[in-house]
């Protein structure tokens, strides 16, 4: 059963350029979650998405957006690349109706951006 | 931002010796906290979580205590082992919120042989 997959594994872009970052949540699940985590540092929510809808969204300008497939598959978007996004980023994956009240994230291995 | 009051600090620990990870939340009001591990070039994976109507949680050769009282956390293994080693992020889901997490900075743990 394959977990959580995130293409690509490492980027490199220049500052001002666009991103584009995929996500193929884990089999059985439905609602997927973006975040960004910088180096040394835990990571931080972007937003969720289920539906097809983004559902929430944490501290980050409009500069990040997202979408979700009718298969469930996500992307992020980055516009205007700056320096700080530098990071990695993290797709968690998971299921609207989790028996037990947790969370059931399952996180994929990130896509590693370097904006120069 | 919001996040869970961790810097990064280091715990080195003998292998076989038992390991404690702290780590200061900051609502009152979450109801579900979780320690995931981290390994280079991975993502986070889930070692245990606990609820807010709960004290202690175990599980295999982990344990997590939660002191609501001043709103503190703790990752107990046992036996620690080189496998250990790796980045712990403690991280918690704040009340009305639909499955978002908040995390820490973590801790790394290096388990000498």
């Known amino acids: 059963d394959a977990g959580v997959t995130q293409s690509p594994t490492h980027l490199i872009k220049t500052r001002g350029q666009q991103v584009t970052l995929r996500c193929s949540p884990k089999s059985g699940h439905d609602t997927v979650s973006w975040y960004q985590q910088a180096l040394g540092q835990g990571p931080q929510f972007i937003f969720q998405y289920y539906e097809e809808e983004e559902r929430q969204r944490g501290n980050f300008p409009d500069r990040f957006s997202g979408h979700q497939f009718p298969n469930y598959s996500s992307e992020l978007n980055v516009n205007a690349l700056l320096l700080g996004d530098s990071a990695l980023y993290l797709c968690?994956?998971?299921?609207?109706?989790?028996?037990?009240?947790?969370?059931?994230?399952?996180f994929g291995s990130g896509t590693r951006l370097t904006v120069v | 931002g919001e996040s869970v009051g961790l810097h990064l600090p280091t715990l080195s620990v003998q292998e076989g010796d038992n390991s404690i990870i702290n780590c200061a939340y900051s609502?009152?009001?979450?109801?579900?906290f979780i320690w995931y591990k981290q390994e280079s070039g991975k993502g986070p994976q889930f070692i245990i979580d606990?609820?807010?109507?709960?004290d202690k949680r175990q599980g295999q050769r982990v344990t997590v205590l939660l002191n609501k009282t001043v709103k503190h956390l703790s990752l107990q293994i046992a036996a620690t082992q080189p496998g250990d080693s790796a980045v712990y992020f403690c991280a918690e889901g704040p009340p009305g919120a639909t499955n978002k997490l908040i995390f820490g900075t973590g801790t790394l743990l290096a388990v000498q042989p």
């Open positions: 606990i609820r807010s109507n709960m």
């Open positions: 968690a994956s998971s299921f609207s109706l989790q028996a037990g009240g947790d969370y059931g994230y399952t």
């Open positions: 609502n009152s009001a979450s109801d579900y």
